[in-house]
């Protein structure tokens, strides 16, 4: 027998796939992926917690108890390092050759920049792509800023500087949308 959690894995699997396969500017694949289960769940949790308490944040640590809720969590994440190069001017610079040596400057910021405006794009179809799939399987979930921001904190997704979660539970009530606070 196949338990809601077994399935809510597979299902998460799946989910990569789609932002694996998801249109990318130019043919180039920047998207990471991670499937997080089991105690790397309250890792990651206690990691967005502790931001939320560093920062004043409390929706961080609402969506903690979300992540320790759920049955597994998607996360996609963006190379850093990278630049479509149409020199579009999208992210701020003139040239694509700017916006990375900008790069050499990084602050203390959830996410680190400046970022190609194309692989942003990129992103986030990557990350529609994964929730139409858990919709098609009936899965709960909801795209996360700061799951991606706490996982992003423990130096997962090696590289990206962007990168959103997905938190995924099959029950009988949505844990993501009727919340309290």
């Known amino acids: ?5 077994d399935t809510v894995e ?7 796939l789609s932002a694996r396969t998801a249109p990318k500017a130019r043919g180039i694949d920047v998207i990471r992926t991670l499937i997080v289960t089991g105690d790397e769940r309250r890792v990651l949790a206690r990691a967005m917690r502790e931001y939320g308490e560093r920062h004043n944040a409390g929706f961080f640590i609402r969506d903690a108890g979300n992540v320790e809720a759920s049955d597994a969590c998607l996360i996609i994440g963006s190379l850093l ?3 479509v190069g149409l020199d579009c001017g999208g992210c ?3 040239t694509c050759a700017e916006m990375l040596k900008a790069q050499g400057n990084l602050r ?3 996410f680190c920049g400046p970022n190609c405006v194309v692989r942003m794009a990129d992103i986030g179809i990557a990350v529609g ?9 009936n899965v709960d979930n909801r795209v996360m800023y700061t799951v991606g921001v706490g996982a992003l904190s ?7 500087g962007v990168a959103y979660g997905i938190p995924l539970r099959a029950s009988g009530k949505d844990i ?3 919340r309290t606070r």
């Open 154 to 160: 423990l130096g997962w997704l090696e590289g990206c």
């Open 92 to 94: 701020g610079y003139a």
């Open 176 to 178: 993501f949308f009727d």
């Open 108 to 110: 203390s910021t959830p």
């Open 81 to 83: 390092a990278d630049a």
């Open 1 to 5: 027998m196949i338990f809601e959690s």
């Open 129 to 137: 792509s994964a929730v139409k799939t858990a919709s098609i399987h």
């Open 10 to 16: 597979m299902v998460a699997r799946l989910m990569a």
